[in-house]
Structure formats: structure tokens, C-alpha cells
């Protein structure tokens, strides 16, 4: 079984709609990432959590939120789709006592946001 | 803020032949990171150097991190389409967060 897991694996939505996506982790990592790819950009960090209690926003927050419901569940919602929200979304994970720096990736959504 | 950039963006040659990467920042990072992400799946960890003027050799691919720990390279030698993919080179300034490059696409045929 893979270790991260998103669901859903792609999605369709209608501008305005509110949509979740989820990720869940079984590495026992306390760090938990969301990014968006979109093609030449490169992965941009949208929130991230270092342990339940802890949750930052990366360099591209707006028009996102999220929630670490437990140790391995970190959800990222879109309260509104936009168009220009359609993008690639990966969840990560860190904190592995042997590195902290490494991070494991989920397996991505594709979002369309029509 | 903190870049990275990569170069170049795209690459396509036929099998057998040697490439290098580049990734270049103005900005020192204590350790950094080379990922392949292959359609349909997240990036994967290939390797991470972290002292200055490191060179680490994964089979075909080398590793090397710059003296001032600023700029790393990726050279792999005679290429096989199994080394298709894009390569995202990602660097720590110290706080255990990720800057990430751009990435480059390579395309290897056969």
C-alpha cells in the first residue's frame, strides 16, 4: 500500500463550487505539505503543518484553507474554485527520524476548475 | 526570496548520449535536493548532498553540490529512455522547508 495517499485522483468542478481534497499519510510523519504544480512553475507551496496544532500558509494561501484533522490527515479545501486554480495538487510528508529534509509525495490530483 | 533556477527547461536526445543539469541560486543552502517525478506520480527523492563541493554518483547519474554550496549539477552518461522524466532540483535554506526549482523535462529516445 503506497504510504500517501490523495483522493480524489482527478476531479471536475464548476467555478464557485467548493470542493476537498484529501491526503493521508502512514509514515507516522509529524510534517505535512500541500503544493500546486502547474506546468514551468514548478511545485509552489500552498500550507503547510508541522504537527496538529501547527498550520502555516506558503507563498500561494489565498483562495485555500486546510485542516490536520489527526497525525495523518491533512485536507486542503478551495471555499470557491476559480478557473485559474486548475492546476496539479500534491500532498507531501517529512520528518522521518533519518532525515528531515526528504520529502514523500502522494501520487497528485488533477483539478479542473471549469 | 530565494530561487532556484534550473536549465535548461527542456531536453530531448537520443540514447546513448550524456547530459548535464543545472540548478543556480544566489542564495546558500545547507543541504539540497535532486527529485524524478514521472507522469502520473508525485516526485521521488534521487539523492541529497549537503557539504560543499560534494559529488555523490547514483549508477549513470552524478551528483555534484558547488564549493559555496549555491548551485548543484546533474550529469547522467549515456542516457536510456528509462531515464525519461522530469528532474526538480530543491534546496534547504536551513528550516527544513523546500525551495524548489522549476524542474526540467527529459526526454530520452530510444
Known amino acids: 500500500d503506497a504510504d500517501v495517499t490523495q483522493t480524489p485522483r482527478n476531479r471536475i468542478t464548476k467555478t464557485g463550487k467548493r470542493i476537498m481534497l484529501e491526503c493521508s499519510q502512514t509514515k507516522g510523519h509529524d510534517r505535512m505539505y500541500w503544493y500546486r504544480q502547474d506546468p514551468g512553475l514548478g511545485l509552489r507551496l500552498i500550507y503547510y503543518s508541522f504537527d496538529v496544532k501547527d498550520i502555516n500558509k506558503g507563498e500561494i494561501s489565498d483562495g485555500y484553507s486546510v485542516s490536520r484533522q489527526a497525525q495523518a490527515k491533512f485536507s486542503l479545501s478551495l471555499e470557491s474554485a476559480i478557473p485559474n486554480q486548475t492546476a496539479l495538487y500534491f500532498c507531501?510528508?517529512?520528518?522521518?527520524?533519518?532525515?528531515?529534509?526528504?520529502?514523500?509525495f502522494g501520487p497528485g490530483t488533477r483539478l479542473l476548475v471549469l | 526570496t530565494q530561487l532556484l533556477e534550473q536549465s535548461p527547461q527542456f531536453l530531448s536526445i537520443q540514447e546513448g548520449e550524456n547530459l548535464t543539469v543545472y540548478c543556480n541560486s544566489s542564495s546558500v543552502f545547507s543541504s539540497l535536493q535532486w527529485y524524478r517525478q514521472e507522469p502520473g506520480e508525485g516526485p521521488v527523492l534521487l539523492v541529497t548532498?549537503?557539504?560543499g563541493g560534494e559529488v555523490k554518483k547514483l549508477k549513470r547519474l552524478t551528483f555534484q553540490f558547488g564549493d559555496a554550496r549555491k548551485d548543484s549539477s546533474l550529469h547522467i552518461t549515456a542516457a536510456q529512455p528509462g531515464d525519461t522524466g522530469l528532474y526538480l532540483c530543491?534546496?534547504?535554506?536551513?528550516?527544513?522547508?523546500?525551495?524548489w526549482g522549476a524542474g526540467t523535462k527529459l526526454i530520452i529516445k530510444p
Open positions: 507531501a510528508t517529512s520528518g522521518g527520524d533519518r532525515d528531515k529534509r526528504t520529502q514523500y
Open positions: 548532498v549537503v557539504t
Open positions: 530543491a534546496g534547504a535554506p536551513g528550516n527544513y522547508q523546500l525551495i
